[in-house]
């Protein structure tokens, strides 16, 4: 098991960025959360079996179509446990 967090700059509010996350997230059996920053960029933790964590974080350095990611800092984490992933506020 992995736990990670990532911040993710570039055109990502606005494009389906979460939305598609979470769908993402769910179809890989992660557990964890996604949101936007005030300042555009878009924050995630993301939890589960190392394998899917990376194959997650991979598909977050390229968002959905409509996304242009020109950055992406990831650093791991302590597990927290938990289940299902969500938008936060």
């Not at 992406?72 to 302590?78: A, Y």
Request: include cysteine.
């Amino acid at each position: 098991m992995q736990r990670v967090h990532l911040v993710v700059s570039g055109r990502v509010q606005g494009v389906f960025y979460r939305a598609t996350c979470v769908r993402e997230a769910e179809r890989r059996g992660l557990a964890g959360w996604v949101r936007n920053l005030p300042d555009g960029r878009v924050e995630a933790a993301i939890e589960g079996p190392e394998a899917e964590v990376e194959a997650m974080v991979a598909w977050c350095r390229q968002g959905p179509p409509a996304a242009r990611v020109d950055e992406m800092t990831v650093q791991d984490e302590p597990l927290a446990g938990g289940a299902g992933f969500v938008v936060r506020g």
